[in-house]
Nanobody
Framework: QVQLVESGGGLVQAGGSLRLSCAASGRTFSSRAMGWFRQAPGKEREFVAG????????NYADSVKGRFTISRDNAKNTVYLQMNSLKPEDTAVYYC???????????????????WGQGTQVTVSL
C-alpha cells in the first residue's frame, strides 16, 4: 500500500493555471504507474492523465490535451498535474491514483489503480 496526499487545489479564474501535487509514502513510488482523475458535482469520476514509472509515456483525456501536463519526480515521490488555460468545466475534485507495485502501464481505467488519495478541490470561475 502507498498513501497519497494531494495538494495545490484552489479557486482560479478561467484562463488561469494551477499545479497539483501528489506526494506518496513509502519506497515503491518509482515502480508504480500514476494517474489523475477528477469528479465534478453530479458526475462520475473520470480519467484526466496517466504516466508510467519513469515518465516516458503519458496519456490524457481528450478534454485536457494540450492544456494539462502530467509529470513525476521519483526522487521526491511526487507526481504533478500542471493545468493551464483552465475552464469552468474543469471544476472538480481531483484525485491522485497509484497502480500496483511492479506493474507499469498508462491507462484510463480506474480498475487498474489500487491506491487513491483523498482529493483536492479545483474551482474555476468565469
Amino acid at each position: 500500500q502507498v498513501q497519497l496526499v494531494e495538494s495545490g487545489g484552489g479557486l482560479v479564474q478561467a484562463g488561469g493555471s494551477l499545479r497539483l501535487s501528489c506526494a506518496a509514502s513509502g519506497r515503491t513510488f518509482s515502480s508504480r504507474a500514476m494517474g489523475w482523475f477528477r469528479q465534478a458535482p453530479g458526475k462520475e469520476r473520470e480519467f484526466v492523465a496517466g504516466i508510467t514509472w519513469g515518465g516516458s509515456r503519458t496519456n490524457y483525456a481528450d478534454s485536457v490535451k494540450g492544456r494539462f501536463t502530467i509529470s513525476r519526480d521519483n526522487a521526491k515521490n511526487t507526481v504533478y498535474l500542471q493545468m493551464n488555460s483552465l475552464k469552468p468545466e474543469d471544476t472538480a475534485v481531483y484525485y491522485c491514483a497509484a497502480g500496483p507495485n511492479g506493474r507499469n502501464f498508462v491507462s484510463s481505467s480506474e480498475n487498474l489503480y489500487d491506491n487513491w488519495g483523498q482529493g483536492t478541490q479545483v474551482t474555476v470561475s468565469l
